[in-house]
């Protein structure tokens, strides 16, 4: 369902039903950044779950410790397969009577169905209201206020505020903190009521609030090397995408897939590693995600995320094999669109160079020495 957002001039919309741009796309990123701006994220999914053993029973199956939040509080959090690998990222928001769960409009259906036969004996009840509440998206630095008032149904505001600002309690970051860029990333969500929209609408047209389309959005997170789960494919765990820095708790107890989490992290090296790739811009084409990522003529990861950065210029996220050389060049191939957009047939490989995010040396924190292969000659 197309968003009453996309009726506002110059918008472009995306394939999910939301504005990509308004016409200005970096001005629109700036004002994003500043707090000036809000985002249509409409077409993303929510699931709720109430009852009095929500926390307590969400923290059983999934990766962070929820047992205790707030109400008011918010947390990220993954459901993971019994190996460990990622099924599902959560942005949970908890009132006091109901946690609300943020995600990506496929998750929306078949995380609902999933929780719901998970109840057992617990008293919870899930339901998938993606079709009632929209989700609005804003960065929030420290001389920024909210742009839209959140819904407040049970007395606390519908507010979730990305922790991936900084390495969460029980969390672990494998990136090089020097530097790191998720400290300037201080965005939050938003839900109100989806009949809201187009009062909202009205309101950016008479200049009241400003927007930004999604494309703005993805830029600012990808230079924030934040992870989502487009980043993410079947083989994905968390320790790739250095995904335990704000979604893991290392020392919380079970939950599906912890035995994975704790054995590559004290003992093992996630296969591969996450970087943000600086891309030529010489030749005006964007590779786009699911392109390959080639050292010389071999495949060694695949792009997940590419954008346009207001100052980096064309950036990237990629996967790559863990043993691939931190300074090795790179190459993207990128398809060239024609005037109306469309794919043409030309394909041109666009130079990449390589920025750590999650080094080769990942995991292994317990330090166990390597014990000797039994007959194996001591030198």
Same mark, same amino acid.
């Given at each position: ?10 918008? #472009? ?39 009095? @053993? ?9 990766? /962070? ?71 609005? %998206? /804003? ?29 969460? @309690? ?33 309101? #950016? ?7 930004? %389309? ?66 030529? &811009? ?33 950036? &990237? ?17 990128? #398809?060239?669109?024609?005037?109306? %957009? ?7 490989? #666009?130079?990449?160079? /390589? ?7 990942? %995991? ?16």
């Amino acid at each position: 369902m197309a968003s009453p957002l996309l009726t506002l001039p110059g918008a #472009v919309a995306g394939p999910a039903g939301t504005a990509d741009h308004y016409g200005e796309p970096v001005a629109e990123q700036r004002m994003l950044e500043q707090g000036r701006a809000i985002v249509d994220l409409s077409d993303r999914g929510v699931v709720t779950v109430t009852g009095p @053993d929500r926390l307590s029973w969400i923290d059983s199956l999934t990766s /962070q410790a929820v047992a205790t939040l707030e109400a008011g509080g918010s947390a990220e959090t993954l459901l993971l397969d019994p190996q460990g690998r990622l099924e599902h990222s959560i942005r949970l928001i908890d009132d006091g009577v109901t946690t609300w769960m943020l995600v990506d409009a496929a998750q929306a259906a078949p995380l609902a169905a999933w929780f719901d036969r998970m109840r057992f004996m617990m008293r919870v009840e899930v339901a998938n209201v993606s079709a009632e509440w929209a989700t609005l %998206g /804003q960065l929030l630095p420290a001389d920024a206020a909210l742009l839209v008032e959140p819904a407040a149904p049970n007395g606390q505001p519908l507010l979730w505020r990305d922790p991936w600002v900084a390495v969460r @309690d029980g969390g672990w970051q494998y990136a090089a903190a020097e530097g790191h860029p998720a400290a300037g990333y201080a965005a939050v969500e938003l839900l109100v009521p989806r009949s809201e929209l187009p009062a909202l609408a009205e309101r #950016v047209r008479s200049g009241e609030v400003a927007v930004a %389309g999604a494309l703005a959005l993805e830029a600012l997170r990808v230079a924030a090397w934040r992870p989502r789960l487009n980043d993410a494919d079947e083989r994905s765990i968390p320790h790739e995408l250095d995904w335990l820095r704000s979604a893991v708790h290392l020392s919380k107890g079970c939950y599906r897939g912890q035995e994975t989490v704790a054995k590559v992290h004290n003992l093992g090296h996630p296969p591969r590693r996450l970087v943000m790739l600086h891309l030529d &811009g010489s030749a005006s084409v964007l590779p786009e995600p699911g392109s390959a990522v080639l050292a010389g003529d071999v495949e060694v990861g695949r792009l997940t995320s590419s954008a346009r950065h207001h100052e980096l210029g064309p950036i &990237g996220l990629a996967v790559v094999k863990r043993s691939l050389d931190e300074a090795a060049p790179l190459t993207v191939p990128a #398809v060239v669109r024609d005037a109306e %957009g469309s794919p043409t047939d030309e394909v041109v490989p #666009v130079a990449a160079a /390589q920025q750590t995010i999650v080094p080769p040396t990942a %995991g292994a924190t317990a330090g166990v020495p390597r014990i000797p292969r039994l007959g194996a000659v001591r030198r």
